[in-house]
């Protein structure tokens, strides 16, 4: 812990593991709920099996939240470690009611707590738990965290390629992208994040999953300055190839400042589904 404040943010940040560790963030595990099975995100199910099982098991899986003692535990327990300060970024509140929990249990806390509502998932959110972290690295306040985290959250573009909109359909995310539902199986459709209402909305369709993924690379960066530096993350569900060879072109076409590559967590590829490909960054003030 920097500056005695924690650092904390939930599961569907995507953020590599490595990343996590390096910067202290602590991370409370949203649930999937496979049948009878309660399954903590990452740790009880990693990503990967989650995948797979997916696309077997004839049970549909859900989520639900943590629970308000999971939240006090957490903070209470960065209390004890030393923390006086605690920001906290959460998925959108328009996906989740993550953001409103951790209001909630915050206002009982004997230290400050900042809730900040990312208005998105996966490295929406996780670029801006990173960027708070590398404020706070720097011996920044908890108050200088949540504006570079404002400061991320208005330059993010986040694109999404899925397979099929099935899953996005079937798990009741699928937002103001409605109008594809007539054509399921038809299209390799594009959605994208809106991060002023945190909502899913769509952003083109291509009939190959090649000519999808060359538009998912077009959308992105004409949406980002191009004389900037650029942090990008490559996302996907269980299709590491892809993302790899998409990463390698990024790195040689558009030299971005930070590239990087992880797989989409459980909670949030039950609306995904596997083989999606995403992109999600910015670009530097």
């Not at 500056?3 to 999937?32: E, G, H, K, W």
């Amino acid at each position: 812990m920097t500056n005695t404040i924690a650092l904390i943010t939930d599961s569907t940040c995507d953020i590599p593991q490595a990343m996590i560790d390096q910067y202290r963030i602590t991370v409370i595990p949203q649930f999937v709920v496979w049948g009878s099975e309660i399954l903590r995100d990452r740790i009880d199910l990693t990503a990967e099996d989650f995948y797979q099982r997916l696309e077997k098991d004839p049970i549909w899986p859900t989520t639900t939240l943590p629970s308000p003692l999971d939240f006090e535990k957490v903070f209470r327990d960065t209390i004890v470690g030393g923390a006086q300060e605690i920001v906290v970024m959460t998925v959108s509140s328009a996906m989740s009611g993550t953001f409103q929990l951790a209001k909630q249990v915050g206002q009982q806390m004997d230290v400050p707590v900042h809730v900040v509502d990312s208005k998105g998932p996966t490295m929406s959110l996780g670029w801006q738990v990173l960027a708070a972290a590398r404020i706070r690295e720097v011996g920044g306040s908890a108050l200088k965290m949540v504006e570079a985290a404002a400061r991320v959250r208005d330059n993010l573009v986040q694109i999404v390629c899925l397979d099929t909109l099935e899953y996005l359909h079937r798990g009741g995310r699928i937002g103001n992208a409605t109008h594809f539902i007539g054509s399921l199986l038809n299209i390799k459709p594009l959605v994208q994040i809106n991060h002023i209402s945190g909502l899913v909305e769509s952003c083109g369709q291509a009939r190959t999953r090649k000519k999808s993924i060359e538009m998912l690379v077009n959308r992105f960066f004409e949406r980002l300055a191009p004389e900037k530096p650029k942090r990008v993350a490559v996302l996907h569900g269980n299709a590491l190839p892809e993302a790899q060879a998409l990463a390698d072109r990024i790195e040689k076409e558009y030299d971005p400042l930070e590239l990087l590559v992880n797989i989409t967590g459980p909670v949030l590829g039950i609306h995904t589904g596997p083989r999606a490909l995403a992109l999600c960054g910015y670009t530097e003030e």
